[in-house]
């Protein structure tokens, strides 16, 4: 008796729990084409606004990181800022390439949300450089180049650990909260190492 009171209890938790599942995915699917499928529905339920805004300032923001990373291979004189650079190109081009990737299974289209470089410092978006800033970094080189570099990507790190700090507290997407995290503890560290070679406490 016991074992089928056993039985009929886990048969109705499970059709409880599927029930739950479909009306969750039903919820998310809310405004989308019945024919989409349930990878896209369980992946409309799993973000808000916030998740779309991070990837789409994020993606711009480190674009901008890259270009001034590549500046450092031939300009600057430091080693350390140099394999800093190197550091910075690794860890945020697959960043782009990942938040991409959410955008396009949101249904977002990069090319009528990201900003040109030029403009980016105008939109509002924390710590993006001007024209004029990242024109006179491409005309540095030597010692000078590393001061600018290192100071220009202080001001940037802390425009995208504002950012992601933003992300971890309103997302809703795990993977977004989570890279936001990480974006958090990689370039807190990184400013600390930079203020070090600007000689700054």
């Given at each position: 008796m016991r074992k089928t009171r056993t039985l009929a209890r886990r048969a109705g938790l499970t059709a409880t729990a599927v029930t739950a599942a479909l009306v969750l995915a039903a919820c998310g699917n809310d405004g989308d084409s019945a024919s989409s499928s349930s990878s896209a529905a369980s992946s409309a339920a799993a973000h808000n606004e916030q998740d779309m805004a991070f990837a789409q300032g994020m993606i711009p923001h480190h674009q901008q990181a890259l270009e001034m990373a590549k500046l450092a291979a031939d300009r600057a004189s430091s080693a350390k800022v140099k394999d800093l650079a190197a550091?910075?190109?690794?860890?945020?081009?697959?960043?782009?390439?990942?938040?991409?990737?959410?955008?396009?299974?949101?249904?977002?289209?990069?090319?009528?949300?990201?900003?040109?470089?030029?403009?980016?410092?105008?939109?509002?978006?924390?710590?993006?450089?001007?024209?004029?800033?990242?024109?006179?970094?491409?005309?540095?080189?030597?010692?000078?180049?590393?001061?600018?570099?290192?100071?220009?990507?202080?001001?940037?790190?802390?425009?995208?650990?504002?950012?992601?700090?933003?992300?971890?507290?309103?997302?809703?997407?795990?993977?977004?909260?989570?890279?936001?995290?990480?974006?958090?503890?990689?370039?807190?560290?990184?400013?600390?190492?930079?203020?070090?070679?600007?000689?700054?406490n």
């Open positions: 550091r910075i190109e690794k860890a945020q081009d697959p960043e782009i390439q990942t938040m991409n990737g959410w955008l396009k299974s949101w249904g977002q289209d990069m090319s009528s949300s990201m900003p040109g470089m030029g403009q980016s410092a105008d939109s509002g978006m924390a710590g993006m450089m001007d024209s004029k800033d990242m024109s006179h970094l491409e005309k540095m080189s030597g010692t000078g180049f590393d001061t600018m570099f290192l100071t220009m990507m202080v001001d940037h790190h802390k425009g995208a650990v504002a950012m992601a700090t933003t992300e971890k507290n309103k997302g809703e997407y795990g993977p977004a909260t989570s890279m936001a995290a990480d974006i958090v503890t990689a370039q807190t560290a990184e400013i600390t190492e930079m203020n070090k070679l600007l000689g700054k």
